[in-house]
């Protein structure tokens, strides 16, 4: 069962002990960026007043840093299991702070901090994006020209008719050769998706991975391998010749 929301008094869930709670927030604030994000809080609202998800969503950047400032341990846990991922991360915020706070970075650090305790939410909002993801770390692309069909894009509307282009002899027109392909956004070089991974590794965004989604997880280190043995003998080719 999912935990209740500290601030719902109706839920029969359980309610969050007071040592995850704590536990939670230690996390958030110890960040490396908390303290370049945080400055103090004037409640004055102008940040919510530029976000566009404020617009559409029951969100406010707002709430949000207030919550932080006043060490409202429930309430950034209740944000935590929605609110924080209505941020499109544009940062309109921290350009229009007085107190030069960067909410949209607060958030970012609450995902984070959602993410490394394998929050519900974290694996809910990430779950469509599991296709992107295989895609990116077996071809170094999220998207290519070939999935853009009328199919998949119907509700452009009438725009889609200039979808209906020939692509293939189009792409042969750009001038860079990397970009003349199809099943891919461009080419990457093996040696670029080792770096990757490396990468990737080292910070620990396939740790992160793990926590919110095992199989896909397993997936993407099994393609992983067969890159990095396929690179090997790439190299002991070229150390023979
Ligand atoms: S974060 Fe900045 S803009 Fe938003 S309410 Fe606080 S002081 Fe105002
Ligand atoms: S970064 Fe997030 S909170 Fe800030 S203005 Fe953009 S959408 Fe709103």
Same mark, same amino acid.
């Given at each position: 069962?999912?935990? =209740? !929301?500290?601030? /719902?008094?109706?839920?029969?869930? &359980?309610?969050?002990?007071?040592?995850?709670?704590?536990?939670?927030?230690?996390?958030?604030?110890?960040?490396?960026?908390? /303290?370049?994000?945080?400055?103090?809080?004037?409640?004055?609202?102008?940040?919510?007043?530029?976000?566009?998800?404020?617009?559409?969503?029951?969100?406010?950047?707002?709430?949000?840093?207030? !919550?932080?400032? *006043?060490?409202? !341990?429930?309430?950034?846990?209740?944000?935590? @299991?929605?609110?924080?991922?209505?941020?499109? $991360?544009?940062?309109?915020?921290? =350009?229009?702070? &007085? %107190?030069?706070?960067?909410?949209?970075?607060?958030?970012?650090?609450?995902?984070?901090? =959602?993410?490394?305790?394998?929050? $519900?939410?974290?694996?809910?909002?990430?779950?469509? %994006?599991?296709?992107? !993801?295989?895609?990116?770390?077996?071809?170094?692309? @999220?998207?290519?020209?070939?999935?853009?069909?009328?199919?998949?894009?119907? /509700?452009?509307? &009438?725009?889609?008719?200039?979808?209906?282009?020939?692509?293939?002899?189009?792409?042969?027109?750009?001038?860079?050769?990397?970009?003349?392909?199809? /099943?891919?956004?461009?080419?990457?070089?093996?040696?670029?998706?080792?770096?990757?991974?490396?990468?990737?590794?080292?910070?620990?965004?396939?740790?992160?991975?793990?926590?919110?989604?095992?199989?896909? %997880?397993?997936?993407?280190?099994?393609?992983?391998?067969?890159?990095?043995?396929?690179?090997?003998?790439?190299?002991?080719? @070229?150390? *023979?010749?």
């Amino acid at each position: 069962m999912a935990p =209740a !929301l500290a601030s /719902d008094p109706i839920s029969d869930a &359980p309610a969050v002990p007071r040592e995850r709670l704590e536990e939670v927030f230690a996390d958030i604030q110890s960040h490396t960026l908390y /303290d370049h994000e945080l400055y103090g809080c004037l409640n004055c609202g102008i940040c919510t007043a530029t976000c566009p998800s404020a617009h559409y969503y029951d969100f406010s950047p707002r709430e949000i840093v207030q !919550l932080l400032w *006043a060490e409202n !341990l429930e309430g950034i846990y209740d944000a935590m @299991q929605e609110k924080i991922w209505a941020c499109a $991360q544009c940062y309109t915020c921290a =350009a229009r702070c &007085p %107190f030069h706070n960067s909410p949209g970075g607060l958030i970012m650090i609450m995902r984070e901090t =959602a993410i490394k305790h394998g929050m $519900q939410s974290a694996k809910d909002v990430l779950r469509p %994006f599991s296709r992107v !993801l295989m895609k990116l770390i077996a071809t170094g692309n @999220q998207l290519a020209p070939n999935m853009i069909t009328p199919d998949a894009f119907a /509700d452009w509307g &009438p725009n889609i008719a200039k979808i209906d282009a020939p692509l293939n002899v189009l792409r042969k027109a750009i001038p860079v050769p990397t970009l003349h392909t199809m /099943d891919t956004a461009w080419e990457v070089n093996i040696k670029t998706s080792i770096e990757l991974y490396t990468i990737w590794e080292a910070t620990g965004v396939l740790d992160q991975l793990e926590k919110i989604d095992e199989n896909l %997880f397993d997936v993407i280190t099994d393609v992983m391998d067969e890159k990095r043995a396929d690179y090997a003998d790439w190299l002991e080719e @070229q150390n *023979a010749a």
